[in-house]
């Protein structure tokens, strides 16, 4: 079993930057997808983008260019660097991992994280 929990969430103003982190236990997740969801109140879930197991990336349209996914694979981790924040970015966050390549699919992800909440006021 994998855990994930995440951390970083928090309030800022539009155009401003926040980090989240999600660090795993239980087991090593270095040849798992790792990958990032949010909500918005009264929205479905989406994909917001995923990292491969290689490194390889994949954002979706609504934050190409202004989020960065990374992975520390000594440090079981995984950071969502978000630029330029906009309201419409404001949900909550959620940390996921799942199978080694890249899907956007929330089925691809097993395991997922309890949630942080952001907040971009305008």
């Known amino acids: 079993q994998v855990q994930l929990v995440e951390s970083g969430g928090g309030s800022v103003q539009a155009g401003g930057s926040l980090r989240l982190s999600c660090a795993a236990s239980?087991?090593?997740?270095?040849?798992?997808?790792m990958g990032w969801f949010r909500q918005a109140p009264g929205k479905e879930r989406d994909f917001v983008g995923v990292?491969?197991?290689?490194?390889?990336?994949d954002y979706a349209n609504s934050v190409k260019g202004r989020f960065t996914i990374a992975r520390d694979n000594a440090k079981n981790t995984v950071y969502l660097q978000m630029n330029s924040l906009k309201p419409e970015d404001t949900a909550v966050y959620y940390c996921?991992?799942?199978?080694?390549?890249?899907?956007?699919?929330?089925?691809?992800?097993?395991?997922w994280g309890q949630g942080t909440q952001v907040t971009v006021s305008s």
């Open positions: 996921v991992a799942g199978r080694t390549g890249l899907g956007r699919e929330s089925t691809n992800f097993a395991y």
């Open positions: 239980g087991r090593t997740v270095s040849r798992n997808a």
């Open positions: 990292i491969s197991w290689s490194g390889s990336t």
